[in-house]
């Protein structure tokens, strides 16, 4: 579980591309938790684990609020308002999918986080008499569902950004879009490039060049920008 959270946003998912509409703040945070669905599976041959993987299936993630705003519940899908302006809770609802972001309060690392493909459950609620003097506020939590989502080739659920590792610029204007991660080619790699897309702005990539599958062994430069010929193929040796 973590607590401390603050500055809670969502971002209604428009498209499977995915792009995402603006974010909106949603006040009253109090704590948040999530837990990852999936694991570990260990084959055993040869008398010892011959191979490891990992599975990340999404999870639910919990937030607690003051309270729930209403233009949250209307973007869930969850629930319709009337021409009376009355919030409706719908008994066979069309859930929306949404990007959650929240910043966690007192973490030395700074972490703002975002979980890409949400679709929220519907709240429960609890009401009792007041007591004298009792100052205790009454506060509401959403389960929500995050599934795996393909952003730039790469299948993930979620991205915590730092301010040490991406710098001021990244981190300031976290909450201005949804964050959507870029990656670069790996080194060993095989790939044709007919843009500059691949490459991470700041970085010299060292390649060997030439038809595919066979590498001359003449290093070149590449930086962000270079032409490169539609024709060719490169193996990455190094990043610098």
């Known amino acids: 579980m973590e607590f401390g959270l603050s500055k809670v946003h969502w971002a209604e998912k428009l498209t499977d591309a995915p792009t995402y509409g603006a974010y909106t703040a949603e006040p009253g945070a109090v704590q948040a938790g999530w837990e990852y669905t999936g694991g570990r599976n260990v084959f055993r041959a040869d008398n010892k684990n011959y191979s490891i993987t990992y599975a990340n299936n999404g999870g639910t993630l919990t937030i607690e609020l003051a309270k729930l705003s ?52 519907l709240p429960g609620g609890n009401a009792q008499t007041t007591e004298e003097n009792d100052t205790t506020p009454q506060t509401q939590s959403i389960e929500i569902t995050y599934s795996p989502i393909v952003i730039n080739s790469v299948e993930m659920t979620d991205a915590s950004v730092e301010l040490a590792n991406v710098g001021e610029a990244i981190y300031n204007a976290f909450y201005d879009a949804v964050y959507l991660p870029t990656f670069g080619a790996e080194e060993g790699s095989e790939f044709q490039l007919t843009t500059d897309e691949a490459f991470a702005a700041g970085k010299t990539y060292y390649l060997r060049s030439g038809s595919e599958g066979s590498y001359s062994y003449s290093p070149a430069t590449v930086v962000v920008g270079l032409s490169i010929p539609d024709d060719t193929y490169y193996e990455l040796v190094a990043v610098v």
């Open 70 to 121: 209403d233009e949250f519940k209307l973007m869930t899908g969850l629930f319709r308002r009337d021409a009376n302006g009355a919030i409706v809770t719908l008994a066979k609802p069309t859930p929306k999918h949404f990007a959650m972001a929240f910043d966690i309060d007192g973490d030395a690392k700074a972490r703002e986080n975002v979980f890409f493909d949400c679709v929220a459950s």
